[in-house]
């Protein structure tokens, strides 16, 4: 069966650096695009960022555009997103996602999830 392990979360202070990793397997990496989404307590799911099937196609969430990156490694079959300058506010449990095909900004798009990881931004 699908199984997507998020790993990297931890405890930060603000300003600092975290690289979240996602290790992907029971399909065939390739023809999945790739999501993070995050969910802060009593907040809904939002989207963070998103790769498509070729790494030049990617999406940002405005909040968090030029301090977070999206990457994959599809002979690893693992996506990362490198977090720089990070802000309390990005505290959250940080979730990845598979969509088959085509890249999505929208939770109910995707088709499988991992069981996330927390992240937490000290002030």
């Known amino acids: 069966q699908v199984q997507l392990v998020e790993s990297g979360g931890g405890l930060v202070q603000a300003g600092g650096s975290l690289r979240l990793s996602c290790a992907a397997s029971g399909l065939t990496f390739t023809q999945f695009a790739m999501g993070w989404f995050r969910q802060a307590p009593g907040k809904e799911r939002e989207f963070v960022a998103a790769i498509g099937r070729v790494s030049a196609n990617t999406a940002y969430a405005d909040s968090i555009k030029g301090r977070f990156t999206i990457s994959r490694d599809n002979a690893k079959y693992t996506v990362f997103l490198q977090m720089n300058s990070l802000k309390p506010e990005d505290t959250a449990v940080y979730f990845c996602?598979?969509?088959?095909?085509?890249?999505?900004?929208?939770?109910?798009?995707?088709?499988?999830w991992g069981q996330g990881t927390q992240v937490t931004v000290s002030s």
């Open positions: 996602a598979a969509r088959i095909f085509t890249l999505a900004t929208i939770s109910s798009d995707y088709n499988y």
